[in-house]
């Protein structure tokens, strides 16, 4: 005779195919510096600070449903609090992203607390404003240059590397890690209890509150832990552009519209989401950044177009007809049957 036995599984037939497929991909771009050229680096490098801004917004609005508009708040206090440390405090660049994420998800506890007193589309103001704030703040740094900014010393950049080309080399392997771990700590967060609490959340918060989930709590720690990774990428960037003002750190349309634009046009709600719209986002910047302000024009009109015709974004789409999962977070029961060798007839 047999019994039904029951088990969970997350993988699918198409995620193990596509984790296949990421860790392959992953060994080529590990390898990136010894095929591709500097220009073809830094926009990789680019790419991948791209997937991890829009990876921590996705799981900002995309599952807490914290639609925040002034994450470059994070973006800015990384690079800042980044050339504050090396040129004041003489740390090293390296050290110092290191130090930003802690540092900011301290920044972002008292900023949560007058933020969060805010809901809907004023959460949203509050988030901006909360980040002119710390524009206005920054450009009177006199010693981080004021309102014209700053470069790095020559000196501290090569204490990084001796030649141009290790610097390069360094700057692209970190910029990759720092992407495959704030993935890999966005997937196993959601994997966990607490992901558990954030789908209940993002799919119903009331009914999510009535069944004992602690919302705000668990909003809290989202939001702490997307301004830890985001002041770290934040920081890896201006390491990269060596040169940082108060206009560009705390840009709105650089760090958080773009942001935007790629989680919504690739999936909200998906972890593969970010990586497909910086894809086409870099793919489209690259094609069409000649046309100037038509150019911006152009990335509305998609951004419009795929929001009517597939809500859920270019991966949800996909996911929904074809049934693909790169990384699934769903939890799946499957059956099967177990011989019952031991019992007698």
């Known amino acids: 005779m047999s019994q039904i036995a029951s088990k969970v599984e997350h993988s699918t037939r198409s995620s193990r195919i596509g984790i296949v497929l990421i860790l392959a991909t992953l060994a080529v771009l590990a390898l990136a510096p010894f095929w591709g050229d500097r220009q073809t680096l830094r926009l990789l490098a680019e790419m991948y600070a791209f997937v991890a801004l829009a990876s921590l917004w996705n799981l900002l609005a995309g599952y807490a449903g914290l639609v925040s508009v002034g994450q470059q708040a994070f973006v800015g206090f990384g690079g800042y609090l980044l050339f504050w440390l ?3 405090a003489g740390v090293h660049p390296l050290v110092a992203i290191l130090i930003a994420g802690p540092v900011a998800a301290i920044i972002a506890v008292p900023v949560a607390a007058l933020t969060f007193r805010l809901r809907g589309a004023y959460f949203a103001i509050g988030t901006w404003v909360v980040a002119e704030v710390f524009r206005l703040l920054a450009s009177q740094i006199s010693v981080l240059g004021g309102g014209s900014g700053i470069s790095l010393p020559a000196a501290m950049v090569i204490s990084m590397a001796p030649t141009r080309q290790a610097r390069e080399f360094e700057i692209y392997w970190l910029a990759l890690a720092l992407t495959v771990i704030v993935l ?45 990774g985001t002041s770290m990428v934040g920081a890896l960037i201006f390491l990269q552009k060596l040169r940082i ?27 593969e989401g970010p990586i497909i719209g910086t894809i086409i986002f870099f793919a489209m910047r690259q094609t069409l950044s000649d046309l100037g302000s038509l150019y911006l024009l152009i990335m509305g009109a998609v951004a419009i177009v795929v929001m009517l015709w597939a809500p859920k974004g270019l991966w949800g789409l996909i996911a929904e007809r074809y049934g693909w ?10 059956l099967t049957p177990k011989e019952n060798a031991g019992r007698k007839p």
């Open 86 to 88: 090396v040129i004041v």
């Open 184 to 228: 890999a700590a966005i997937v196993a967060l959601l994997r966990s209890r607490h992901g558990l609490a954030l789908t209940a959340i993002r799919d119903n918060e009331l009914a999510a509150q009535s069944n004992g989930i602690g919302v705000m709590r668990i909003k809290l720690i989202i939001y702490v832990l997307v301004a830890f």
């Open 245 to 271: 003002s108060p206009d560009t750190a705390f840009s709105v349309n650089d760090w958080t519209a773009f942001v935007i634009f790629i989680t919504v046009i690739g999936g909200i709600g998906r972890i």
């Open 325 to 334: 999962q790169a990384l699934p977070l769903q939890r799946r029961l499957v």
